[in-house]
């Protein structure tokens, strides 16, 4: 939606005036930040300066822009499928973080279904404010610069500077199967700090460029690549049986990095000038340049010359990057951080927490190598046993996911799966507690959904957070639709954690509030909520003495494979007669119309402990020929009524048997319902209609239906 319709300008002259003076507008978001950027001749830098302001000040979002740019969106997140890299990047950080850092860059599209334009407006007055704003430019001298935006940026409101709540780095892990031929794998350490330690930034910089890899071995040039440690240590391209073992000689490349005496000094100049040479190779574009003062800014609060970074970079020392490098390794050990076990063969990897209670406080002993050392026991995958199975030791796998988050990626690695699709168990690592948390405590309901029991909510919002996700994940995968959340009142910090997934509010009473969250992309079929919902059955019999009946695929299990009436629902300002001859018609695609309302049933304390009432409506046939609709009904046909009767069902139920009798008695015109007559109201000046029976018809005034 960037530089689109503003308050002064319509998209079409906003165009035309920066095709004027040969402009170039861009706009692009990180997880962090967001920058928009305009490129023209120094000459038109007034014009360049109140077009970028209004269009991020004064943006209006009308409605047909915003819904065509989130089909483009739409669009552009179903390619994501080809850049697995992308998706990866994303899903480490979901699975790594708890808070801010786990939000996902790319929206989920049941989140995206639910953006319009009054939502980011909302956005924009809460996020675009005078303290998080920075306008940067290059090419153009400072005090020119100020006097130009001053102006149009000085009744910006002053809101005060609120402390933003931190990301917990909790480790996790993510799996996603694909039908692609490879198998790709991310590894993630957490470095304290991150891109705000200057020092730590810039050796972790320099330890990427050590780590190498990449796509190949000449992407840049004659010989890169060719001192990488990824591409010189690691084998490229194997078959499904070397999987784990790839994984496990990468991470064995990260430990040797953490080891003294494994990197020289040729390797850490090497790298260093590498480092250097990238940096110094953005910065030749103007609109990285100014990006880049612009993000120095909202990072370290100044603007920090190249030459200090090639300083810092300068002073490094192979001291340094082995610190680093450690100092993640023992987070993810020590601190129980995510990392791996692989099992052969295999592309999914469980990612959990070791866990050493008995470790002495400030032991530098690494549990990593133990860990590999074990992948390689062939009892492994026999006895389900390692040489890590002591008592004070367990691995524990976790299904977590991710949030957002300050890049701490070292590793991609591509591997060759072949065409192999076979998928084992997961072996545990450690016998003596071991526990696999794979969804939240739940049970189905009788329509493919799921209802969460609430007494088995976690208590903690990361852990909530965490297991939500893995839940939906799994949930989808099952072929489940629609979720029922009850969180009851003492657990009210997990509300916003289910919202933020998806979940919409459904009803609210004293002690819990329930949320729902429908997971098909078809339109979602929850019944909205209410003190009362309303049902509707339709009896329809044709000329031939036969009636309409259904088998529906989804439905309690007492009632399952029995014939029944079409029933449903009625929408939110439907009419009860309205409502019977829709389903009808939805379920089996015959039309009719009512004549008359046959009886009605009231119950209480059904569905969610609201009450219920049933209308059972006659319908006449106008078409003979049925089509069903697949998502629901199994079949639908049309059954002898002395056959209808005689279902056993009928029998043995006094509801059924009673509504059947109903039915068959106004059929032979020994019985009249209420017909449905449409009149004014004085009292509130609004049309509706007045069920009521036959003999209503022949009073003096009334009209016919």
Known sequence: MAFKTT?????????????????????????????YTYDALKTYMPEMVEVLIDSVRNAVFLDWEVNKQLKK???????????????????????????????????????????????????VADNYTAPRMVLAASGVEHEELVSIAEPLLSDLPKVPHLEEPKSVYIGGEYRCRSDSSKTHVALAFEVPGGWHKE???????VLQMLMGGGGSFSAGGPGKGMHSRLFFDVTLDQGPEFVSKAVELAVREMLAVATPGQVDQLQLDRAKDSTKSAVLMNLESRMVASEDIGRQILTYGERKRVEHFLKAVDELTIKDLTSLAEKAIEKATELGTAFFAALKQDPSFWLGRWVEPTRAAGSSKHILPEVLQALQDPELLTNKRSKLDEPNL?????????????????????????????????????????????????????????????????TSANAFAAILRSSLSYWKLKGKKGIWLKILEEQAELVPIALKEGFRYHHADPGYVMLTH????????????????????????????EVLVVKEKKCPLRCSGIWKLPTGFINESEEIFCGAVREVKEETGIDTTFLEVLAFRHAHRVTFEKSDLFFICMLKPLTSEITIDEREIAAAKWMPLDEFLAQPYHQGDSMSKNVADICVSSYENKYRGFTALQMMS???????????????KWKKGLPET
């Not at 300008?9 to 962090?32: D, F």
């Not at 429908?518 to 003495?545: K, Y």
Request: hydrophobic residues 35%; contains cysteine.
């Open 199 to 205: 020092k730590e930034a810039m050796a972790l910089t």
């Open 73 to 123: 969106v739409k669009a552009e997140i179903g390619e994501l499928s080809s850049n697995p890299q992308g998706l990866l990047l994303e899903a480490i950080h979901s699975a790594a973080y708890s808070g801010a850092l786990a939000n996902p860059l790319i929206a989920p599209e049941s989140v995206i279904n639910r953006l319009d334009g009054t939502i980011l407006e909302e956005f």
């Open 394 to 458: 367990a691995f524990k796998p976790q299904c977590l996911n991710i949030p957002n988050g300050r890049t701490k990626l070292d590793a991609f690695l591509d591997i060759g799966y072949g065409n192999r699709r076979k998928m084992i168990n997961h072996a545990t690592l450690s016998t003596t507690q071991s526990t696999t948390v794979d969804s939240l405590d739940a049970c189905d309901d009788d329509y493919d959904g799921v209802i969460v029991n609430p007494q088995c909510l976690p």
């Open 682 to 696: 004085k009292l509130d000046d609004r049309l509706s209609y007045l069920y009521c029976g036959d003999l209503c």
């Open 7 to 35: 308050k002064n300008r319509s998209h079409l002259r906003l165009v035309r005036e920066i095709e004027a003076i040969g402009g170039s507008v861009a706009a692009s978001g990180s997880r962090e930040q967001m920058g």
């Open 518 to 545: 429908w997971i098909p992309e078809e339109p979602c079929m929850l019944p909205s909520t209410a003190t009362h919902q309303i049902g509707v059955g339709g009896f329809v019999i044709n000329d031939n003495r």
